[in-house]
């Protein structure tokens, strides 16, 4: 059911890849509720061609960019306020992506090179962006900006690698550019850690299937899916959260604030009675 909350309203999202991409639904859901927007990922993701599927569904533009690259970042900006006819109202950044996951590298044994792309990829491309923005005077008063974070940014989780780094460094620039925007634009930023999510990118984590199991029976209400936290972006792209900024949003089925769940004790238990109990290959993860 649309409740027309974006009725009026232009944006941006960067990141949709194919349909398992939670920007893919955000768009989806975007426009449902009556938005206009541009689309924007990689020239090499363009190349998988599902993206023009999308901006046919929605009646976007697709504008190719490097997030990484300030150039190709304030073009998207220039284009897209030229197709929606003015400033955006909300802007969506679901970038992420690490080598040393890709490669195997753990956390004890990383390659600097592969870190220094994973932080500008996943969290520094979201400073260009804002930063550009501001310059340009891009997003409209009141507007909102959305980062997609993780809870392994707060906790250790075993895996995610220098991807926890990334997500950190993200959460603080969302507070840092939160005030500048609020205090100068009324313009709102804020982060949501969402549950583990099986993405094409997220299905590269190391034990995500574990991962996913576990945090679902560690959750009083489940694990959210992709659709889910496309409907909570919308809320923070609508008027209804005006006042909500600098936040980092858990929207995890409550898994951040549990210690330990019934359900995860019974199969903790139930792994004393079993055969299982050999010992693995140390590991420096």
Known sequence: MAYNLLKGKKGI??????????????????YEEGAIFTLS??????????????????NATVIPADATSVEDLKNVFEQSMKVLGGKVDFVL??????????????YSDLDY????????????????????????????????????????????????????????????IARSFGYIYGRERKIRINTISQSPTMTTAGSGVKGIDGLMDFTNRMSPLGNA???????????????LTRKVTMQN??????????????KAMEMYNKSFNCDCNQEKDNVMD
């Not at 999202?13 to 975007?30: M, P």
């Not at 990922?41 to 929605?58: I, Q, S, V």
């Not at 501001?134 to 809870?151: Q, R, T």
Request: aromatic letters at 10%.
């Open 13 to 30: 999202i960067f990141g949709a890849l194919d349909s398992k991409s939670i920007a893919w639904k955000v768009a989806e859901k975007a």
């Open 41 to 58: 990922n990689t020239p090499t993701a363009l190349r998988f061609g599902e993206l023009d599927e999308l901006a046919k569904k929605t």
């Open 93 to 106: 950044h679901s970038i992420g992506m690490s080598l040393n996951v890709r490669k195997k590298r753990v």
């Open 113 to 172: 090179n592969f870190l220094n792309k994973t932080l500008d990829i996943s969290a520094i491309s979201f400073h260009k962006m804002l930063q550009l923005a501001f310059k340009m005077d891009a997003i409209n008063e009141w507007g909102s900006v959305v980062g997609l974070s993780y809870v392994a940014a707060q906790r250790t989780h075993y895996g995610y690698n220098d991807m926890a780094d990334a997500k950190a460094l993200l959460e603080s």
């Open 225 to 239: 899916n992709a659709e889910e936290c496309a409907e909570y972006c919308i809320t923070l792209f609508s008027d």
């Open 249 to 262: 949003l858990f929207h995890d089925g409550g898994f951040s604030s549990m210690g330990m769940s019934w």
